[in-house]
């Protein structure tokens, strides 16, 4: 049965309220493209629906984040809960065999979205209406200093509820949740104007997906020395470059891909539903040629005749080097690309294993631990001394590749307090000695080579940390006080 917007479903913030009528569309959609046993239009707005509802749920929780809301927490949760069902339903539906399967799979989740979404819309952000309403709204800047900020604390014990107080401009951070943006792929187009120029938009989709996770920026934070190169959009744009002139070009040479383009109308496809026609024996086919086409480019090792050993370069690595090396040497750090980085490179493209949903996890956890741990809120729970250093050293061993040790650098770009005293604590933990550590984390170890160039960084974060602690001891005296007072 067709779900219709009313009126009463309404939560008083336009964006959200947008989002669930686009929402309320979507699944109608889906239940007349089933009704009418239209396989190719399901998956389409499958395709819509999990992206709009990730969008949506983005959009909730930076609202709720930033006005400091208590239950902002068991909201998330909740988020969780039905993004995680509804990405478990469609991974099924992509790798189903057979039409059957699909269509089974696809009601299940039309279903369950129908469900979930009015449960959404009429139980969760209604409790929140009250609150995200007066919130959203736009308030113009003042040139006047500015005013205390009134910021809800939770109450402890059965019954209790928020206090609203007043806390001084220069503490407000301390409360807020951290901000800070992830860039989001824009979606995929559809036009094409050759198959070869599908598969190589294809094969970009993908690379992106995972490159895109250690995009984020938090303008709070400075950094005074390049990213390491995973980190830099600008990387991005070149390396896709270099692939698209190095390596492609051997992974169309795939007989199993030309059988594919008889297979399917590939003018109705784009960047990201070509991977749904896919066959495991063609994913295979893919992984194999990307990585002897990365291997082709790795040094040789070569034995003089006076015994010494020494390194061949290609002229196609040559290539490659000049290709990635950046416009500014602020813009991002690389060293000369040897093997090591060749094989990261290769690391970047798996059509079998979903490393962005992996990684996307794992920074995720890596959020939560930093803000309970070193930036812990009132209204949170907080988590043990040392938590976040063994969850990224469980990760480093987790991810091959050295995807543990950008995990941590990307939390120095965005976490203001894993500064480079955390960095070199954390290195003591892989190696008892400099050559052990670089064998381990060649990449962090290179960036912290380049900060004991320059002590003035080490003074500039004593300085801001110990600001940090005046400011939480001044916060923690505030706040027993209106705790007392209550």
Known sequence: MSIQWQDAMSIGVRELDEDHRALFDLVNDMERALALGDTGGVAEIMRDLVGLISEHFGREEAMLSAMGCPSYYSHRDSHDAVADRIHLLRRRYLVAEDDTTRTDIATALYGFINASLLEHILTDDSKLAKKLAPKAQDIPAAAAPPPPVSVPVPMPGPGGGDIEYTLPPNLAHLLARLNYSQPRLPRPSREHTSFEELCSAALMWRIDEVLVIFHKHNPSVSRDLPPAFILSPDFAARFKQAVEALIVPEMLKSRQLRLMFTRFDWTAADSESFWDYVDAPLADDLFARWRSAWDDLKLRERVKDDGSKVFQVKESTRI?????????????????????????????????????????????????????????????????????????????????????????????????????????????SLGRTEMERVSHMPYLMRYLSQVREHPEIRGKEREEEAQWQAQRRELQNILKGITAAA
Not at 379 to 399: I, N, P
């Open 320 to 428: 490659l080097r000049d290709m990635l090396q950046p416009g500014h040497p602020a813009t991002y750090d690389l060293a000369r690309i040897g093997n090591t980085e060749i094989e990261t490179f290769k690391s970047l493209f798996d059509p079998i294993r979903d490393l962005p949903g992996a990684l996307n996890a794992a920074w995720q956890k890596c959020h939560d631990l930093y803000e309970q741990e070193l930036e812990p809120r009132v209204f949170q729970q907080k988590a043990r001394e040392g938590a976040l250093r063994d969850y990224l050293l469980r990760a480093h061993h987790e991810y091959s590749h050295h995807w543990g040790e950008f995990l941590l650098l990307s939390c120095h770009q965005v976490f203001g307090r894993i500064n480079t005293s955390f960095l070199e604590r954390y290195s003591t």
